[in-house]
């Protein structure tokens, strides 16, 4: 039997709830049985079981789809429309997939945006299900550790010297990477951050990288920076890049705006400590739950150490002490 495995939905449930449950999936397996793992480009470190990962980013359906929780929206974003968006989307998957198999093996199609247990593994999550059943699979209380099975992911590193190429240095020399996370569709707190005034402090004691991300999916997140100055600027679309750079740092430093974006959850699963600044209308946010996925989830090394922006940014002297405890007192400059 060949299991192919189809993520549509947003990043973060894939990370604390997908690609763990696969993972005990794969445990289940019968020893001629394979899983083919399908998601957006660059995410096969997640799927280190997986006998082989796909990439469906390209499709253009896929790309013009909202990703929700464990499902692709209809830019329409009716019922209705999402419906019928989900059944062709999955049409043109399995037509893309079933091209690549010609082999006259079975194969077991699982949707994330469809729920059924498989092996006693509960996977996905259907169009329309009650607040009991999202619940029961949420990614912010422990009812989801059931299923999972979570691991340290392994950066990408062969991409190394294509960066340092771009960003003028070595990555073995000191620096601070960050980032920030906004998304047209979901804002749940209005405040914002002013980032640049925190940042110009840092080009003085260490060298800073701003990773602009773009997934080049219909309203995903993503992260752009002003031109700052004394500061390197990086735009990457995959995970790949993303991972190398969140290895490599000295130190990372997440912004998150509207929302606890799932950004944050990158440099925790690489085994490598977060500063996380948000503001404290989202750090309060039931959606926010750091202390639970630190405990349950980061086992590798790293954790999220959220910040209050509003704190940070209350006078300079505040803004100078959060450096300092970034930095850890530390002057990498030289």
Known sequence: MQYVAVFF?????????????????????KKDDQLICCSRKGLYPFYEFADEFIDISHLP?????????YWAWSPKK??????????????VVRKF????????AEIKFIFSSSQEVVNGVQLGLELGADSQEMQRISIYQPAVLKYNHYKKILPVLSCREDIEKKVG????????????????IIIRSKAT?????????????????????????YLDSSSQFPSIEGCHSYTCSSFEEQSCLIHFA?????????????????????GKDLFAVAPKSVLALPTTSIDFWNQEVF??????????????????????????RVLGGEDFSQ
């Open 169 to 184: 240095f070595s990555l073995k020399q000191p620096y601070l990477l960050c980032q920030t996370g906004n998304r047209e």
């Open 250 to 270: 000295k130190r990372n430093l997440f912004f998150t705006e509207g929302d606890f974006r799932s950004h944050n959850y990158l440099p925790p699963l690489l």
């Open 61 to 69: 359906r896929f790309q013009k789809s909202i990703a929700c929780m």
């Open 9 to 29: 939905g947003e990043f973060g449930y894939e990370l604390l709830n997908w690609q763990g449950a696969l993972r005990n999936l794969h445990k289940t397996l």
């Open 78 to 91: 009716t019922k209705k429309a999402n419906i019928k968006w989900d059944k062709k989307l999955r049409k």
């Open 193 to 217: 951050i002013p980032k640049d005034r925190l940042i110009v402090m840092f080009t003085k004691k260490i060298k800073v990288i701003l990773l602009n991300f773009e997934t080049g999916r």
């Open 299 to 324: 086992q590798f090394g790293g954790q999220i150490l959220p910040f209050v922006s509003e704190s940070i940014f209350s006078d300079q002297t505040s803004l100078s002490v959060f450096a300092e």
């Open 97 to 104: 997939i079933e091209k690549r198999f010609r082999k006259k």
